[in-house]
């Protein structure tokens, strides 16, 4: 669900994305629940006089999904849940895998969701993901 927060896809197709959410109603449930956070940010800011962007995309979930879930064909989780350059897919989650970091390096985060954060971190962080960041 954090990827939906990370940064919007540049290229992926958000079909992917829609017909995993459809499968997974618990996913869909906490998708809706961000979107609403988000527009009563958005609201708060608006009051404030503040201007930076709030927005919950799901343009590389179903990929960020199946790659966590231990897809190893990398090319076939472009191909089937993305639909877009593998390049900014790479970099969409090497920037996730810098979000989790930091927010699992957090002192204000709890110790459970920190773990969970450093799992996301190591099934994010394998294969092509991984080698990318040697180069």
């Given amino acids: 669900m954090l990827s939906c927060l990370s940064e919007p896809s540049r290229e ?3 079909h992917y994305s829609w017909t995993l959410l459809k499968q997974l109603p618990h996913l869909q449930k906490r998708l809706q629940a961000m979107g609403r956070l988000a527009h009563e940010l958005y609201e708060v800011q608006q009051s404030s006089h503040v201007t930076l962007p709030v927005s919950v995309q799901v343009g590389y979930l179903a990929a960020a999904y199946r790659w966590t879930h231990g897809e190893d064909d990398w090319t076939q989780v472009v191909r089937e ?3 877009g350059h593998e390049g900014d897919l790479i970099r969409a989650f090497r920037r996730l895998i810098d979000l989790c970091r930091q927010l699992a390096e957090s002192p204000e985060v709890k110790p ?3 773990e969970r954060l450093w799992q996301a971190v ?3 962080d394998r294969g092509i ?3 990318s960041a040697l180069i």
């Fill in 12 to 14: 992926g197709d958000s």
């Fill in 81 to 83: 849940a993305y639909g």
């Fill in 112 to 114: 459970a969701l920190q």
């Fill in 122 to 124: 190591s099934a994010l």
């Fill in 129 to 131: 993901v991984f080698e």
